[in-house]
């Protein structure tokens, strides 16, 4: 292990473990942030070693190549602090969208209600504009803050080009979401907490349990779910070495064990194939690649 300042840099960090797919190499170099100046420092370090920065949130949308990740891994799930104050939410990025939600409807603030049961990080959930039932992030952001390379920016919400599952930091991968400023609604704290219920019920109706990455694939032009096709396919319970097309949702790739990232790779191939075959149409990823491949 390697100290700068106030940070400790783990060497050949194996990466699986901080994903929920449990798939992955090693990071040259691993750095858990809890705070803005271990971010300075992490930043700082990699700058002066000119290493390139990646950055992961929960692991909740990432496929880790098996020959890891050259470089810096930044994980920012312990700079986690949620404030708020009357309507407006200050949140870290390393926060939880799952405790971030349950603690604002807890409050009778609404706009997060979806959000209960995703596993995301604030960042990652910007990144992709996570959503459910309806509701994405986007709806309740008022700004950003990011560091772009070089320093601090704030976005408002109409420069972070949100759109279904993207948005502006997705094709910017040097930017490190640091923070949003959310704007939730007033409501009955009851209404809240029973419209979150019944998402909840109803995605452990729908959800598949094992380790996965949420969709592999996002919903094409008139709203067509890849699920579904690959369900007519009859691709459910479909295994290539350890990743198999889930029984329960064939959308989502469940990690059977001993899945690497290559059994991942083909599988998704296949998928894509096949969708294609019936379709006529290349479904895009939703699943973000990290790493070298
Ligand atoms: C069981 C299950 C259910 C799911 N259900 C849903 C759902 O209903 N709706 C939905 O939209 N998604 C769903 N997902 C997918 C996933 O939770 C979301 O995409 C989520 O937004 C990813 O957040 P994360 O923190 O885990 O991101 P990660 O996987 O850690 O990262 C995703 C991307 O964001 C980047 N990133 C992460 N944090 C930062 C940061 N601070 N700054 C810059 N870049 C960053 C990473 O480099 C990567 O490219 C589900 C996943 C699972 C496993």
Known sequence: MIRFENIEILQNENLAKYTTIGIGGNADYFIKISDKPQLYAAIEWAQKNNL?????????????????????????????????DDIFVYVESGASLIRLANLTISRGLRGLEWAVGIPASLGGALVMNAGAYGGSIADCVLSVEFFN??????????????????????????????????????????????????????RQQSQPSGKSLGSAF???????????????????GYTIGGAMISPAHANFIINKGDATCQDVLILLEYMQDIIYEKTGLTPELEIRLLGEF
């Not at 502006?168 to 923070?179: E, G, S």
């Not at 949003?180 to 979150?196: F, I, T």
């Not at 996002?218 to 459910?236: C, H, S, V, Y």
């Open 149 to 202: 390379g070089s320093s601090f920016e704030t976005w408002s919400n109409e420069r972070c080009g949100f759109g279904y599952r993207k948005s502006v930091f997705m094709d910017n991968p040097q930017y490190i979401i640091t923070a949003a400023k959310l704007g939730l609604v007033p409501d009955k704290k009851e209404k809240l907490e029973q419209l979150a219920a019944e998402y909840k019920a109803k």
């Open 218 to 236: 996002k919903k094409m032009k008139d709203n067509i779910a890849p699920g579904e096709i690959l369900d007519k396919a009859g691709l459910k």
């Open 52 to 84: 390139p920065i990646t950055v992961i949130g929960r692991g909740s949308k990432s496929l880790i190549s098996d020959k890891g990740v050259r470089g810096v891994v930044l994980q920012l799930v312990g700079m986690d602090s949620i404030v708020i």
